[in-house]
């Protein structure tokens, strides 16, 4: 069964930084479109970044721009989410997401159809 599992949450200070994971298995990551979600209590899940599969284009979320920096090592079938400059509003529950398409998809969670079990960010003093 292909599955998704990320990693690298943490509680972490303002100003701080984390570096995510996502890793496959039975999936070659390089194959799929990779996003970032995030949701938090009492809120909806939302759309942080997306990298395309092949030439690995990217977009980001206006909330996150100049922050966070999303990227993929294919030798390692492995994608990151590298945070910097965290806030206490960046605190959720993150997922990585996956689609094959030949459109990249946006930062529409219906648009992707294999998702891991998520990973807690907390940002607090």
């Known amino acids: 069964q292909s599955k998704l599992v990320e990693s690298g949450g943490g509680l972490v200070q303002p100003g701080g930084s984390l570096r995510l994971s996502c890793a496959a298995s039975?999936?070659?990551?390089?194959?799929?479109?990779i996003a970032w979600f995030r949701q938090a209590p009492g809120k909806e899940r939302e759309g942080v970044s997306r990298i395309s599969r092949g030439a690995g284009s990217t977009n980001y979320a206006d909330s996150v721009k100049g922050r966070f920096t999303i990227s993929r090592d294919n030798a390692k079938n492995t994608v990151y989410l590298q945070m910097n400059s965290l806030k206490s509003e960046d605190t959720a529950v993150y997922y990585c997401?996956?689609?094959?398409?030949?459109?990249?998809?946006?930062?529409?969670?219906?648009?992707?159809?294999?998702w891991g079990q998520g990973t807690q960010v907390t940002v607090s003093s």
């Open positions: 997401a996956a689609r094959s398409s030949w459109k990249p998809p946006g930062l529409d969670s219906n648009e992707y159809d294999l």
């Open positions: 039975r999936v070659t990551l390089d194959s799929y479109h």
